[in-house]
């Protein structure tokens, strides 16, 4: 069974740093291209934020994002993390991590709320 569980979400003044991580187990993790979705509020369609390769020497972001988070994975650890700096009022939304860009297989998530 894929199990997926996300952590380090939290609130954070504009301007601030989180890491979040995510565990995985139950697939064989080094195989697989690992993804980071958002969604900003409930009833609202999840948004793709990154992607990093199997291997990890491969990463692609959304452009609202880019320079800001950065994506990578411990392949040892079966966890991916995004960490994310300069966060902005706009990056506040529920976090998931996923074996696909469509999130079929996805977490619980972990909130993010950017707000002073």
């Known amino acids: 069974e894929v199990q997926l569980v996300e952590s380090g979400g939290g609130l954070v003044q504009p301007g601030g740093s989180l890491r979040l991580s995510c565990a995985a187990s139950?697939?064989?993790?080094?195989?697989?291209?690992m993804y980071w979705l958002r969604q900003a509020a409930p009833g609202k369609g999840l948004e793709w934020v990154s992607?990093?390769?199997?291997?990890?020497?491969?990463?692609y972001y959304t452009n609202s994002v880019k320079g800001r988070f950065t994506i990578s994975r411990d392949n040892a650890k079966n966890t991916v993390y995004l960490q994310m700096n300069s966060l902005k009022s706009e990056d506040t939304a529920l976090y998931y991590c996923?074996?696909?860009?469509?999130?079929?297989?996805r977490g619980q998530g972990t909130q993010v709320t950017v707000s002073s």
């Open positions: 992607t990093i390769s199997s291997s990890g020497n491969t990463r």
């Open positions: 139950g697939f064989p993790f080094t195989s697989y291209r």
């Open positions: 996923a074996t696909d860009e469509n999130g079929k297989q």
